[in-house]
Protein backbone atom coordinates (compact mmCIF):
# COMPACT_ATOMS: atom_id res chain seq x y z
CA UNK A 1 0.00 0.00 0.00
CA UNK A 2 1.29 3.78 -0.76
CA UNK A 3 1.04 6.49 1.90
CA UNK A 4 1.78 10.16 2.17
CA UNK A 5 5.88 9.46 2.11
CA UNK A 6 4.95 6.01 1.79
CA UNK A 7 5.45 5.42 -2.12
CA UNK A 8 4.10 1.74 -2.90
CA UNK A 9 4.25 0.13 -6.44
CA UNK A 10 1.13 0.31 -8.13
CA UNK A 11 2.21 -0.86 -11.53
CA UNK A 12 2.22 -4.83 -11.04
CA UNK A 13 4.14 -5.74 -14.04
CA UNK A 14 3.63 -9.97 -15.13
CA UNK A 15 6.38 -11.75 -14.39
CA UNK A 16 6.70 -14.17 -17.36
CA UNK A 17 6.84 -17.92 -15.97
CA UNK A 18 9.43 -20.30 -18.12
CA UNK A 19 7.79 -19.70 -21.69
CA UNK A 20 10.38 -18.32 -23.74
CA UNK A 21 10.61 -16.77 -27.25
CA UNK A 22 10.50 -20.43 -28.67
CA UNK A 23 6.71 -20.27 -27.15
CA UNK A 24 5.81 -16.88 -29.28
CA UNK A 25 6.72 -18.47 -32.25
CA UNK A 26 5.31 -21.48 -31.90
CA UNK A 27 1.99 -19.37 -31.22
CA UNK A 28 2.46 -17.30 -34.10
CA UNK A 29 2.88 -20.42 -36.35
CA UNK A 30 -0.75 -21.60 -34.91
CA UNK A 31 -1.66 -18.13 -36.19
CA UNK A 32 -0.52 -18.08 -39.21
CA UNK A 33 -3.88 -19.66 -41.22
CA UNK A 34 -6.09 -17.10 -39.44
CA UNK A 35 -7.22 -16.81 -35.39
CA UNK A 36 -10.45 -18.49 -36.21
CA UNK A 37 -8.85 -21.66 -37.24
CA UNK A 38 -7.80 -22.57 -33.56
CA UNK A 39 -10.24 -25.07 -32.13
CA UNK A 40 -8.21 -26.29 -29.77
CA UNK A 41 -8.86 -25.42 -26.36
CA UNK A 42 -5.79 -26.56 -24.96
CA UNK A 43 -3.93 -24.56 -27.02
CA UNK A 44 -6.14 -21.55 -26.48
CA UNK A 45 -5.56 -21.58 -22.75
CA UNK A 46 -1.98 -21.37 -23.56
CA UNK A 47 -2.08 -18.73 -25.30
CA UNK A 48 -4.46 -17.25 -23.29
CA UNK A 49 -1.77 -17.73 -20.45
CA UNK A 50 1.11 -16.48 -22.36
CA UNK A 51 -0.60 -13.03 -23.61
CA UNK A 52 -1.96 -12.66 -19.96
CA UNK A 53 1.72 -13.44 -18.18
CA UNK A 54 3.00 -10.64 -20.85
CA UNK A 55 0.54 -7.81 -20.34
CA UNK A 56 -1.08 -8.04 -23.53
CA UNK A 57 -4.66 -8.13 -22.11
CA UNK A 58 -5.93 -7.18 -25.58
CA UNK A 59 -5.13 -10.41 -27.49
CA UNK A 60 -5.50 -12.23 -24.44
CA UNK A 61 -9.24 -11.01 -24.18
CA UNK A 62 -9.67 -12.12 -27.95
CA UNK A 63 -8.59 -15.57 -27.03
CA UNK A 64 -10.43 -15.94 -24.18
CA UNK A 65 -13.45 -14.63 -25.68
CA UNK A 66 -12.92 -17.24 -28.48
CA UNK A 67 -12.23 -19.95 -25.58
CA UNK A 68 -15.87 -19.11 -24.63
CA UNK A 69 -17.30 -19.71 -27.87
CA UNK A 70 -16.27 -23.12 -27.30
CA UNK A 71 -16.84 -23.49 -23.54
CA UNK A 72 -19.41 -21.25 -22.17
CA UNK A 73 -19.96 -23.08 -18.95
CA UNK A 74 -15.94 -22.93 -18.05
CA UNK A 75 -16.04 -21.21 -15.00
CA UNK A 76 -11.90 -20.71 -14.86
CA UNK A 77 -12.61 -19.07 -18.48
CA UNK A 78 -15.01 -16.75 -16.84
CA UNK A 79 -12.59 -15.92 -14.03
CA UNK A 80 -10.08 -15.44 -16.53
CA UNK A 81 -12.04 -13.36 -18.87
CA UNK A 82 -12.69 -11.23 -15.91
CA UNK A 83 -8.99 -10.94 -15.06
CA UNK A 84 -8.19 -9.64 -18.03
CA UNK A 85 -11.03 -7.19 -17.86
CA UNK A 86 -9.54 -6.25 -14.31
CA UNK A 87 -6.24 -5.62 -15.92
CA UNK A 88 -7.62 -3.65 -18.44
CA UNK A 89 -9.77 -0.80 -15.79
CA UNK A 90 -13.03 -2.20 -17.68
CA UNK A 91 -14.07 -3.23 -13.90
CA UNK A 92 -17.75 -3.15 -14.59
CA UNK A 93 -17.51 -6.11 -16.79
CA UNK A 94 -14.95 -7.64 -15.25
CA UNK A 95 -17.67 -8.47 -12.04
CA UNK A 96 -19.86 -9.54 -14.52
CA UNK A 97 -17.38 -12.60 -15.79
CA UNK A 98 -16.84 -13.25 -11.64
CA UNK A 99 -20.68 -13.40 -11.19
CA UNK A 100 -20.76 -15.82 -13.87
CA UNK A 101 -17.98 -17.74 -13.00
CA UNK A 102 -19.65 -18.05 -9.42
CA UNK A 103 -22.71 -19.35 -11.17
CA UNK A 104 -21.42 -22.02 -12.51
CA UNK A 105 -18.91 -22.89 -9.41
CA UNK A 106 -19.95 -20.69 -5.88
CA UNK A 107 -17.46 -22.91 -3.80
CA UNK A 108 -13.95 -21.48 -5.47
CA UNK A 109 -12.37 -19.11 -3.46
CA UNK A 110 -10.27 -18.01 -6.30
CA UNK A 111 -12.46 -16.19 -7.44
CA UNK A 112 -14.15 -14.40 -4.52
CA UNK A 113 -10.34 -13.32 -4.58
CA UNK A 114 -10.25 -11.69 -7.62
CA UNK A 115 -13.89 -10.13 -7.75
CA UNK A 116 -12.62 -8.38 -4.27
CA UNK A 117 -9.49 -7.06 -6.39
CA UNK A 118 -11.64 -5.46 -8.62
CA UNK A 119 -14.28 -4.00 -6.30
CA UNK A 120 -10.90 -2.53 -4.38
CA UNK A 121 -9.94 -0.66 -7.78
CA UNK A 122 -13.56 0.27 -8.12
CA UNK A 123 -13.16 1.88 -3.91
CA UNK A 124 -15.69 -0.13 -2.74
CA UNK A 125 -13.97 -1.07 0.06
CA UNK A 126 -17.26 -2.34 2.16
CA UNK A 127 -17.82 -5.10 -1.01
CA UNK A 128 -14.72 -5.75 -1.53
CA UNK A 129 -13.71 -7.47 2.12
CA UNK A 130 -16.95 -9.42 1.95
CA UNK A 131 -15.57 -10.73 -1.05
CA UNK A 132 -12.63 -12.04 0.74
CA UNK A 133 -14.53 -12.84 3.39
CA UNK A 134 -16.66 -15.04 1.70
CA UNK A 135 -13.08 -17.01 0.13
CA UNK A 136 -11.86 -17.38 3.60
CA UNK A 137 -15.37 -18.95 4.78
CA UNK A 138 -14.48 -21.31 2.00
CA UNK A 139 -11.04 -21.58 3.04
CA UNK A 140 -10.19 -19.99 6.25
CA UNK A 141 -6.52 -20.31 5.83
CA UNK A 142 -6.32 -19.06 1.87
CA UNK A 143 -3.17 -17.04 1.60
CA UNK A 144 -4.03 -14.79 -1.15
CA UNK A 145 -7.78 -13.72 0.49
CA UNK A 146 -5.54 -13.09 3.44
CA UNK A 147 -3.18 -10.51 2.09
CA UNK A 148 -5.73 -9.01 0.09
CA UNK A 149 -8.16 -8.37 2.62
CA UNK A 150 -5.09 -7.31 4.71
CA UNK A 151 -4.14 -4.28 2.00
CA UNK A 152 -7.55 -3.58 1.94
CA UNK A 153 -8.06 -2.76 5.57
CA UNK A 154 -4.32 -0.96 5.42
CA UNK A 155 -7.03 1.48 2.40
CA UNK A 156 -9.66 1.77 5.27
CA UNK A 157 -6.68 2.73 7.83
CA UNK A 158 -7.38 -0.30 10.30
CA UNK A 159 -4.09 -1.05 10.53
CA UNK A 160 -4.58 -3.18 13.74
CA UNK A 161 -6.39 -5.27 12.12
CA UNK A 162 -4.33 -5.74 8.94
CA UNK A 163 -1.38 -6.37 11.19
CA UNK A 164 -3.45 -9.31 12.68
CA UNK A 165 -3.67 -10.93 9.09
CA UNK A 166 0.03 -10.25 8.13
CA UNK A 167 0.94 -11.63 11.53
CA UNK A 168 -1.15 -14.77 10.99
CA UNK A 169 0.36 -15.01 7.42
CA UNK A 170 3.83 -15.07 8.21
CA UNK A 171 2.95 -17.46 11.37
CA UNK A 172 2.18 -20.00 8.44
CA UNK A 173 4.68 -19.07 6.22
CA UNK A 174 7.56 -16.86 7.71
CA UNK A 175 9.13 -16.21 4.00
CA UNK A 176 6.71 -14.07 2.20
CA UNK A 177 8.33 -11.10 1.24
CA UNK A 178 5.07 -9.21 0.79
CA UNK A 179 3.64 -9.93 3.96
CA UNK A 180 6.66 -8.35 5.88
CA UNK A 181 6.49 -5.38 3.31
CA UNK A 182 2.74 -4.75 4.31
CA UNK A 183 3.65 -5.21 7.77
CA UNK A 184 6.64 -2.66 7.41
CA UNK A 185 3.73 -0.32 6.01
CA UNK A 186 1.21 -1.08 8.85
CA UNK A 187 3.72 -0.61 11.77
CA UNK A 188 4.81 2.84 10.08
CA UNK A 189 1.29 4.64 10.09
CA UNK A 190 1.15 2.96 13.72
CA UNK A 191 4.13 4.88 15.17
CA UNK A 192 6.18 1.60 15.51
CA UNK A 193 8.99 2.87 13.65
CA UNK A 194 11.90 0.37 14.82
CA UNK A 195 9.56 -2.50 13.89
CA UNK A 196 8.18 -1.46 10.49
CA UNK A 197 11.78 -0.80 9.85
CA UNK A 198 12.43 -4.25 10.94
CA UNK A 199 10.26 -5.87 8.59
CA UNK A 200 11.42 -3.86 5.54
CA UNK A 201 14.59 -5.70 6.32
CA UNK A 202 13.17 -9.23 6.22
CA UNK A 203 11.20 -7.90 3.05
CA UNK A 204 14.50 -7.46 2.03
CA UNK A 205 16.43 -10.06 2.67
CA UNK A 206 14.06 -12.02 0.44
CA UNK A 207 13.68 -9.25 -2.10
CA UNK A 208 16.30 -7.37 -2.38
CA UNK A 209 15.61 -5.30 -5.70
CA UNK A 210 12.45 -3.90 -4.59
CA UNK A 211 13.35 0.16 -4.69
CA UNK A 212 10.01 0.83 -2.42
CA UNK A 213 10.87 -1.03 0.69
CA UNK A 214 14.13 0.09 0.10
CA UNK A 215 12.74 3.98 -0.16
CA UNK A 216 9.66 3.18 2.71
CA UNK A 217 12.77 1.94 5.05
CA UNK A 218 14.68 5.14 4.23
CA UNK A 219 11.52 7.20 5.17
CA UNK A 220 11.18 5.09 8.61
CA UNK A 221 15.03 5.14 9.14
CA UNK A 222 14.36 9.03 8.98
CA UNK A 223 11.67 9.84 10.80
CA UNK A 224 13.66 7.76 13.75
CA UNK A 225 16.34 10.51 12.93
CA UNK A 226 18.85 8.18 11.59
CA UNK A 227 19.78 10.70 8.50
CA UNK A 228 22.80 9.18 7.71
CA UNK A 229 20.98 5.34 7.34
CA UNK A 230 18.28 6.77 5.18
CA UNK A 231 20.65 8.47 3.16
CA UNK A 232 21.87 4.63 2.48
CA UNK A 233 18.96 3.27 1.90
CA UNK A 234 17.96 5.84 -0.83
CA UNK A 235 20.82 4.84 -2.52
CA UNK A 236 20.25 1.52 -2.51
CA UNK A 237 16.72 2.47 -4.35
CA UNK A 238 18.42 4.57 -6.37
CA UNK A 239 20.95 2.01 -7.35
CA UNK A 240 17.92 0.16 -8.75
CA UNK A 241 15.93 3.02 -10.28
CA UNK A 242 17.56 5.80 -11.02
CA UNK A 243 14.64 8.20 -12.16
CA UNK A 244 12.60 7.79 -8.72
CA UNK A 245 12.49 11.41 -7.76
CA UNK A 246 10.98 10.45 -4.38
CA UNK A 247 13.66 9.00 -4.06
CA UNK A 248 16.23 11.52 -4.69
CA UNK A 249 13.97 14.45 -2.82
CA UNK A 250 13.62 12.45 0.53
CA UNK A 251 17.37 11.86 0.27
CA UNK A 252 17.76 16.14 -0.13
CA UNK A 253 15.55 16.20 3.15
CA UNK A 254 17.77 14.02 4.75
CA UNK A 255 20.85 15.65 3.94
CA UNK A 256 19.26 18.89 5.03
CA UNK A 257 18.48 17.41 8.46
CA UNK A 258 22.35 16.64 8.93
CA UNK A 259 23.63 19.88 7.58
CA UNK A 260 24.75 18.83 4.56
CA UNK A 261 22.90 21.41 2.54
CA UNK A 262 24.87 21.49 -0.85
CA UNK A 263 24.41 17.57 -1.19
CA UNK A 264 20.90 18.40 -0.20
CA UNK A 265 20.69 21.18 -3.21
CA UNK A 266 22.50 18.41 -5.81
CA UNK A 267 19.14 16.22 -4.66
CA UNK A 268 16.61 18.27 -5.07
CA UNK A 269 17.99 19.38 -8.54
CA UNK A 270 17.69 15.85 -9.10
CA UNK A 271 14.37 15.39 -8.30
CA UNK A 272 13.62 18.32 -10.40
CA UNK A 273 15.54 16.94 -12.99
CA UNK A 274 12.95 13.95 -13.31
CA UNK A 275 10.06 15.85 -12.25
CA UNK A 276 10.39 19.79 -13.44
CA UNK A 277 7.05 20.87 -11.98
CA UNK A 278 7.80 19.43 -8.74
CA UNK A 279 6.72 22.46 -6.24
CA UNK A 280 7.63 20.80 -2.35
CA UNK A 281 11.59 20.36 -4.05
CA UNK A 282 11.54 23.77 -5.77
CA UNK A 283 10.63 24.91 -2.12
CA UNK A 284 13.12 22.85 -0.34
CA UNK A 285 15.64 24.21 -2.47
CA UNK A 286 15.13 27.65 -2.02
CA UNK A 287 15.30 26.88 1.82
CA UNK A 288 18.47 25.12 1.51
CA UNK A 289 19.60 28.42 -0.86
CA UNK A 290 18.42 30.58 2.42
CA UNK A 291 19.75 28.67 5.23
CA UNK A 292 23.19 29.17 3.14
CA UNK A 293 22.95 32.82 3.09
CA UNK A 294 22.36 32.63 -1.17
CA UNK A 295 18.92 34.39 -1.11
CA UNK A 296 19.08 35.12 -4.46
CA UNK A 297 19.45 31.96 -5.46
CA UNK A 298 16.41 31.22 -2.68
CA UNK A 299 14.36 33.61 -4.57
CA UNK A 300 14.53 32.17 -7.66
CA UNK A 301 13.57 28.36 -6.70
CA UNK A 302 10.49 29.66 -4.37
CA UNK A 303 9.96 31.93 -7.32
CA UNK A 304 9.71 28.56 -9.13
CA UNK A 305 7.70 26.63 -6.81
CA UNK A 306 4.75 29.56 -7.09
CA UNK A 307 4.88 29.55 -11.26
CA UNK A 308 3.44 26.24 -10.48
CA UNK A 309 1.31 27.20 -7.39
CA UNK A 310 0.20 30.43 -6.95
CA UNK A 311 -1.19 29.95 -3.75
CA UNK A 312 1.85 28.07 -2.17
CA UNK A 313 1.99 30.37 0.95
CA UNK A 314 4.96 28.74 2.49
CA UNK A 315 7.22 29.70 -0.87
CA UNK A 316 5.70 33.31 -0.56
CA UNK A 317 6.96 33.45 2.87
CA UNK A 318 10.34 31.90 2.06
CA UNK A 319 10.83 34.55 -0.24
CA UNK A 320 9.57 37.32 1.57
CA UNK A 321 12.25 36.14 4.92
CA UNK A 322 15.15 36.59 1.66
CA UNK A 323 14.06 39.77 1.04
CA UNK A 324 13.67 40.56 4.98
CA UNK A 325 17.16 39.32 4.61
CA UNK A 326 18.22 41.35 2.08
CA UNK A 327 16.59 44.70 3.69
CA UNK A 328 13.58 45.18 1.41
CA UNK A 329 10.87 44.95 3.90
CA UNK A 330 8.77 46.41 1.02
CA UNK A 331 9.13 43.65 -1.34
CA UNK A 332 8.79 41.44 1.89
CA UNK A 333 5.63 42.56 2.74
CA UNK A 334 4.26 41.86 -0.11
CA UNK A 335 5.03 38.54 0.03
CA UNK A 336 3.69 38.59 3.23
CA UNK A 337 0.45 40.03 2.59
CA UNK A 338 -0.02 37.06 -0.73
CA UNK A 339 0.78 34.44 1.76
CA UNK A 340 -1.67 35.67 4.70
CA UNK A 341 -4.46 36.11 1.66
CA UNK A 342 -3.96 32.02 1.39
CA UNK A 343 -3.18 30.89 4.78
CA UNK A 344 -4.79 34.13 7.50
CA UNK A 345 -4.56 31.19 10.43
CA UNK A 346 -0.44 31.05 10.06
CA UNK A 347 0.51 33.08 12.99
CA UNK A 348 4.63 33.16 12.17
CA UNK A 349 3.18 34.78 9.03
CA UNK A 350 1.25 37.79 10.71
CA UNK A 351 4.28 38.03 12.60
CA UNK A 352 6.84 38.55 10.03
CA UNK A 353 4.23 40.95 8.37
CA UNK A 354 4.43 42.72 11.60
CA UNK A 355 8.25 42.98 11.83
CA UNK A 356 8.30 44.04 7.82
CA UNK A 357 5.48 46.79 8.84
CA UNK A 358 7.57 47.66 12.38
CA UNK A 359 11.25 48.17 9.82
CA UNK A 360 8.86 50.45 7.35
CA UNK A 361 7.68 52.35 10.20
CA UNK A 362 3.65 51.28 10.07
CA UNK A 363 3.63 51.27 13.66
CA UNK A 364 -0.24 51.48 13.98
CA UNK A 365 -0.27 48.66 10.86
CA UNK A 366 2.66 46.45 12.96
CA UNK A 367 0.82 46.78 16.11
CA UNK A 368 -2.63 45.22 14.70
CA UNK A 369 -0.16 42.38 12.86
CA UNK A 370 1.44 41.83 16.46
CA UNK A 371 -2.35 41.64 18.01
CA UNK A 372 -3.40 39.06 15.42
CA UNK A 373 -0.29 36.97 16.16
CA UNK A 374 -1.56 36.69 19.92
CA UNK A 375 -4.93 36.22 18.97
CA UNK A 376 -3.93 32.68 17.21
CA UNK A 377 -1.61 32.05 19.33
CA UNK A 378 -1.46 33.55 22.49
CA UNK A 379 1.56 31.41 24.18
CA UNK A 380 4.02 33.08 21.68
CA UNK A 381 6.35 34.84 23.90
CA UNK A 382 8.38 36.49 21.43
CA UNK A 383 5.31 38.54 20.35
CA UNK A 384 4.24 39.70 23.18
CA UNK A 385 7.91 41.14 23.96
CA UNK A 386 8.01 42.44 20.26
CA UNK A 387 3.84 43.71 21.17
CA UNK A 388 4.73 45.05 24.46
CA UNK A 389 8.31 47.04 22.94
CA UNK A 390 6.59 48.21 20.24
CA UNK A 391 3.81 49.48 22.91
CA UNK A 392 6.55 51.22 24.98
CA UNK A 393 7.90 52.59 21.82
CA UNK A 394 4.66 54.52 21.15
CA UNK A 395 4.09 55.59 24.93
CA UNK A 396 1.35 53.28 25.45
CA UNK A 397 2.78 52.65 29.04
CA UNK A 398 -0.01 50.68 30.55
CA UNK A 399 -0.67 48.16 27.92
CA UNK A 400 3.17 47.67 27.11
CA UNK A 401 3.67 45.96 30.63
CA UNK A 402 0.95 44.08 30.41
CA UNK A 403 2.68 42.46 27.75
CA UNK A 404 5.70 42.50 28.53
CA UNK A 405 4.31 40.88 32.13
CA UNK A 406 3.12 38.12 29.62
CA UNK A 407 5.77 37.67 27.62
CA UNK A 408 7.65 36.66 31.30
CA UNK A 409 5.37 34.64 32.85
CA UNK A 410 5.60 32.57 30.01
CA UNK A 411 9.55 32.99 29.83
CA UNK A 412 10.64 34.09 32.92
CA UNK A 413 14.29 34.40 31.34
CA UNK A 414 13.95 36.49 28.35
CA UNK A 415 15.77 38.88 29.02
CA UNK A 416 14.79 41.99 26.85
CA UNK A 417 11.63 41.75 27.99
CA UNK A 418 13.13 42.06 31.54
CA UNK A 419 15.18 45.34 30.14
CA UNK A 420 11.99 46.64 28.33
CA UNK A 421 10.56 46.94 32.13
CA UNK A 422 13.22 48.48 33.37
CA UNK A 423 12.80 51.15 31.02
CA UNK A 424 9.33 51.43 32.02
CA UNK A 425 9.76 51.82 35.88
CA UNK A 426 12.31 54.27 34.96
CA UNK A 427 10.49 56.34 33.53
CA UNK A 428 7.38 56.25 35.82
CA UNK A 429 10.24 56.56 38.78
CA UNK A 430 10.19 53.19 40.20
CA UNK A 431 13.82 53.08 40.62
CA UNK A 432 13.29 49.69 43.37
CA UNK A 433 11.52 47.91 40.91
CA UNK A 434 13.54 49.22 37.96
CA UNK A 435 16.92 47.81 39.60
CA UNK A 436 15.29 44.71 40.02
CA UNK A 437 14.24 44.33 36.31
CA UNK A 438 17.98 44.93 35.10
CA UNK A 439 19.44 42.94 37.72
CA UNK A 440 17.79 39.93 36.16
CA UNK A 441 18.59 41.02 32.71
CA UNK A 442 22.40 42.01 33.41
CA UNK A 443 21.97 38.30 34.72
CA UNK A 444 20.82 36.99 32.15
CA UNK A 445 22.59 38.85 29.14
CA UNK A 446 25.38 41.30 30.38
CA UNK A 447 25.88 42.43 27.23
CA UNK A 448 22.73 44.36 27.84
CA UNK A 449 24.53 46.39 30.68
CA UNK A 450 26.53 48.19 27.82
CA UNK A 451 23.54 48.96 26.25
CA UNK A 452 21.93 50.61 29.34
CA UNK A 453 25.08 52.52 29.98
CA UNK A 454 25.18 53.86 26.17
CA UNK A 455 20.79 54.53 26.45
CA UNK A 456 21.29 56.45 30.27
CA UNK A 457 24.46 57.42 30.81
CA UNK A 458 23.06 59.78 33.77
CA UNK A 459 22.29 57.46 35.78
CA UNK A 460 25.89 55.79 36.22
CA UNK A 461 26.42 58.07 39.11
CA UNK A 462 22.60 57.83 40.51
CA UNK A 463 22.56 56.33 43.90
CA UNK A 464 20.19 53.65 43.31
CA UNK A 465 21.51 52.53 39.94
CA UNK A 466 25.41 52.85 40.71
CA UNK A 467 25.88 49.77 42.86
CA UNK A 468 24.41 47.58 40.06
CA UNK A 469 25.89 49.38 37.23
CA UNK A 470 29.79 48.78 39.10
CA UNK A 471 29.01 45.48 39.11
Not at 219 to 227: D, K, P
Amino acid sequence: MAGLDNINDDEHPPRPNDRSDEDLRRFREQLKNGEKDINNTEALEEIIQFYFEHGQFGEALHFVDRLLSFEPFNSDAWQRKGMILNNLYRYQEALSCYDKALQLNPTDPEVFVNRGITLDNLDQVGEALQSFNSALELEPLYEDALFHKGVTLEKQEKFEEAVAIFRLMLDMNPEHPDAWYELGYCYDFLEKLEESAKCYDEHLNRDPYNYNAWYNRGIVLNRLGQFTKSIESYDMALAIREDFPSAWYNKGNAYANLGRLYEAIDCFKMTLKHEPGDIPAWHNLGNAYEELGLYKDAIGAFSNALKYDENHYESYFGRGSCYDAMDQPKKALIDYKKAIAVNPEYSELWHAKADAEYNLGRTEECLESYRMVLKLDSSNAEAWFDYGDTLFETGEITDSTEALIECVKLTPNFAPAHFTLAKIHILLHEHKAAVESLSLAFSLEPQLMKQFKKDYPDLKSHRDFAPLLKK
